[in-house]
C-alpha cells in the first residue's frame, strides 16, 4: 500500500508552500503502525527531501518532521509496514491531540 494517493501527496506538498510560519493547516493523512507504536498525522511535504510535518505520536505527541523514506522502509513486527488509515477523515489538531 501507498502511504498517500497523488492527490493527497500534492495537498501536501501545497500547504508545505504556502506555510509561512503562521499557517496550520489539517492533516491530509493518518499513517500508523499496526503492531506497535507510533501514529503520525502529516499535513505539509517538502517534495525534494520528502520529509513531511504533522503531530507524530510516539510515547508522547509532539509536532514534528519525519521522513517518509524512513516510515516507508520500516518492517515490524510480522513484516508489516507503516499503513495510511484509509478511512480517516481531516479534523483539526486539537481535535486529534492525545486520541491515537
Not at 507510533?38 to 514534528?64: K, P, V
Not at 513486527?77 to 507503516?82: A, D, H, R, V, Y
Request: hydrophobic share 35%.
Amino acid at each position: 500500500m501507498e502511504l498517500m494517493t497523488k492527490a493527497q501527496k500534492e495537498k501536501m506538498i501545497k500547504n508545505y508552500k504556502e506555510q509561512d510560519g503562521t499557517k496550520t493547516f489539517k492533516p491530509i493523512i493518518k499513517l500508523f503502525n499496526p503492531t506497535g507504536i507510533g501514529t503520525w498525522y502529516l499535513s505539509e511535504l517538502d517534495r525534494e527531501t520528502n520529509i513531511a510535518f504533522g503531530l507524530c505520536e510516539l510515547h508522547e505527541s509532539e509536532f514534528s518532521y519525519v521522513s517518509l523514506d524512513e516510515l516507508k522502509s520500516f518492517k515490524g513486527q510480522f513484516g508489516l509496514g507503516i499503513e495510511r488509515d484509509l478511512h480517516f477523515e481531516p479534523k483539526s489538531f486539537d481535535e486529534i491531540k492525545g486520541k491515537a
